[in-house]
């Protein structure tokens, strides 16, 4: 089978599974494992990604504006590469192409390749979609074994620790940080993961997107701990953003609230297997 995949979480999901070799093609944000870096790159974006995140933020939202998109698709080297299955998403057309697009593209393609659309939205929605690869690439069975491992490993990590969790200790609220400019707060599965890892996410609901929110109302949130995992950035490029950061009433939360930061690109923006990592 040739499969296409458009979404990170996907090709992660793939090679996980042991399905790499089916591969021949990817899109411009797909880096893991580093071996499919070789191959193919279907889509591509008019933003400059080494731009401040303030920069980037507005240069989307003006493609949004005047009905430009903020990925494209190279339609004639999706057709060379003849795909039999094409992943996409419906989650975020910032993240990736919308499965919308790529059903008409594939519609117009002879022959039409199947198309699938990964949705997930909290960690139950990660065990679906790996389990909808691995029903399409016929490794149902590694799907079904890789998720039993996910989530016994989840489960370990939750098992309640005394001394983590003694009433003298209590349970940290935290807050975890999706983008600094504008301030967005991480939703969906990350909840979840903070749960797991012995906190309270006081910042959002599990499953529930990504929220905009003011830096003024953090503080009523009464954080223990900050997490700053920026959506497609690693810890460096993180912590440039974090220094570069000059809002007064931001400055002031950090500076008095310990702030941890996580490799956002590798680990909690993409929904496939490393979000257990």
Same mark, same amino acid.
């Given at each position: 089978?040739?499969?296409?995949?458009?979404?990170?979480?996907?090709?992660?999901?793939?090679?996980?599974? +042991?399905?790499e070799e089916n591969l021949? =093609?990817?899109?411009?944000?797909? &880096?893991y494992p580093p071996?499919? *870096?070789? $191959?193919?790159?279907?889509?591509?974006?008019?933003?400059?990604?080494?731009?401040? +995140?303030?920069?980037?933020d507005a240069a989307v939202r003006a493609l949004v504006s005047a009905g430009h998109p903020v990925i494209a698709v190279d339609v004639d080297l999706l057709? %060379? /590469?003849?795909?039999?299955?094409?992943?996409?998403?419906?989650?975020?057309?910032?993240?990736?192409?919308? &499965?919308g697009q790529i059903h008409r593209l594939a519609t117009a393609m002879q022959p039409a390749p199947r198309v699938l659309a990964l949705g997930a939205h909290d960690v139950a929605g990660i065990w679906t979609d790996i389990r909808a690869v691995g029903e399409a690439l016929d490794l149902a069975d590694e799907a079904d074994e890789l998720i039993l491992? /996910?989530?016994?490993?989840?489960? *370990? /990590?939750?098992?309640p620790d005394p001394a983590r969790r003694s009433q003298a200790y209590g349970i940290p609220?935290?807050?975890?940080?999706? #983008?600094?400019?504008p301030l967005y707060l991480a939703g969906h599965w990350v909840p979840e993961l903070v749960v797991a890892a012995g =906190?309270? &996410?006081?910042?959002?609901?599990?499953?529930?997107?990504?929220?905009?929110?003011? #830096? =003024?109302?953090?503080a009523q949130l009464r954080p223990d701990t900050i997490i700053v995992m920026l959506c497609g950035f690693d810890v460096p490029r993180a912590v %440039?953003?974090?220094?570069?950061?000059?809002?007064?009433?931001? %400055?002031? $939360?950090?500076? %008095?609230?310990?702030? #941890?930061?996580? &490799?956002?690109?590798?680990?909690?923006?993409?929904?496939?297997?490393?979000?257990?990592?």
């Open positions: 089978m040739r499969v296409v995949s458009l979404l990170p979480a996907a090709t992660e999901i793939v090679a996980t599974l +042991g399905g021949v =093609g990817i899109s411009h944000e797909c &880096d071996s499919v *870096r070789q $191959l193919p790159r279907v889509t591509t974006t008019p933003i400059d990604i080494h731009q401040p +995140g303030a920069a980037i057709r %060379r /590469l003849a795909p039999d299955l094409i992943i996409t998403q419906e989650l975020c057309e910032v993240c990736a192409v919308s &499965d491992g /996910l989530s016994s490993r989840l489960r *370990r /990590l939750s098992a609220r935290v807050i975890c940080i999706e #983008w600094l400019q =906190g309270e &996410d006081v910042g959002a609901e599990p499953g529930v997107r990504s929220a905009r929110r003011e #830096w =003024g109302d953090l %440039r953003e974090l220094v570069a950061l000059t809002d007064p009433t931001a %400055r002031g $939360l950090l500076d %008095r609230t310990p702030v #941890w930061v996580l &490799d956002g690109n590798a680990y909690t923006s993409r929904p496939g297997p490393r979000v257990v990592d």
